[in-house]
């Protein structure tokens, strides 16, 4: 799962919304070259992704709720997130890192590991 978190949901839409269609564009380059493109072409928009939560993105309260909302629907008691992808620079990267870990992962605390 992408996850990209800035200070409000605006920024974080901006510029993880450019950065995850730079990506999408550089994974599906090749695929188009060899004539393969229209295996992608119906793939669902960034903010569909979002909407669905199969990206999360947006200010930390945003990331908090949709990560919350995924691990009791699906029961889940682990999650692995993609932090960096498309054009966000190393700068936008860390600051998003560190809202991740400073203002999302402690409402996850309680939450029980698998033995």
Avoid: W
């Amino acid at each position: 799962t992408h996850v990209y978190v800035a200070d409000t949901d605006e920024q974080a839409r901006a510029e993880g919304g450019a950065a995850y269609v730079q990506f999408h564009e550089n994974f599906t380059r090749r695929y188009v070259e060899i004539g393969q493109g229209d295996k992608y072409a119906h793939r669902p928009g960034f903010e569909q992704l979002v909407k669905e939560h199969r990206i999360l993105c947006g200010s930390p309260d945003t990331v908090r709720k949709a990560l919350q909302s995924h691990f009791a629907l699906t029961g889940a008691n682990h999650f692995v997130g993609a932090f960096t992808f498309g054009s966000l620079s190393f700068e936008q990267t860390q600051h998003s890192l560190e809202l991740f870990s400073k203002e999302v992962m402690p409402a996850f605390n309680t939450i029980r590991l698998a033995a």
